[in-house]
């Protein structure tokens, strides 16, 4: 019994150790865009908890930024220019001909290119990125100076269904001083590129850092239409190592130790008892 006790004392100290150690929470706030006023253009018709949309790079009035759902191909999201979709297998007939299209008219109907919901789930994020382009921040509080952060997040490129014509699509992404970029999509006209994965490890030199995204691609007017879902920033620093644990040998002596003490304190008890 007393053994079986030592050695299942000395596994859950050891369990807890590593999973200590295997645990590093999400450090973005609402990093899968989850928290929002429903579809729509940000922030003129829909609201983003937790996330600042800045100016537009090109003094347009109001970015092109969205809050989308698996739904854009078929109900789309909206806009004060009305609604908008992207080319995909739901796309209705009939709604990529009118007089914005370029070139018009053109094609309608659904489109077989995959287009999908984000592999995060739910709601994702959207940015034209050739034409009211503007970048998308939070702040990231309780770093660690010095300690490595890896960022993560999935991306993928679209087109709305008033244009065709192949287009790319990217992001630049910043953490405090430091930068990176994913990879350039090439989207085919009326097209979906899929989803993919970016992953950068980042040093962190102050305890709160701006994280911030801004979409890239081209040509102006197509559009490229750049999507972001499932940010997440993880500290990869591992944690100091846990106070050594007892080997059941030592745990065996201390309770043997402690059970002589025992005894020998109601040896002398009893000997004031008789005594008195």
Known sequence: MRKTFLLTAAAVLA????????????????GGFETNGGVGQVPTVTSLANWTVGA???????PFTFVLDANADSTGFNSPYGTIRVWGPNTPVGTSSGPGSNPNPHATGPVANGF???????????????????????????LT???????????????????????QEGWNVTFGGD?????????????????????????????SQLLSFLATGGPSGLPPFALLDGVSLTDNTPPPPPPPVPEPAAWAMMIVGMGAMGAIIRR?????????
């Not at 002398?268 to 008195?276: E, H, S, W, Y």
């Open 56 to 62: 537009t790079t090109d003094s347009a009035p109001n």
């Open 116 to 142: 999908s919901g984000s592999p995060d789930g739910g709601y994702f994020f959207g940015a034209d990125a050739a034409y009211a382009d503007a970048p998308i921040s939070q702040t990231i509080n309780g």
């Open 179 to 207: 930068s990176a970029s994913t990879s350039t999509l090439n989207n085919a006209s009326e097209g979906f590129t899929g989803w993919n994965t970016f992953s950068q490890t980042f040093t962190a030199s102050s305890s």
């Open 268 to 276: 002398r008890r009893a000997g004031a008892v008789a005594a008195a």
């Open 15 to 30: 369990l807890g150790a590593g999973a200590a150690q295997a645990f590093s929470p999400n450090l973005v706030q609402n």
């Open 145 to 167: 100076v010095g300690n490595q952060y890896t960022l993560r997040f999935s991306y993928a490129g679209a087109q709305f269904t008033d244009a065709l014509g192949p287009n």
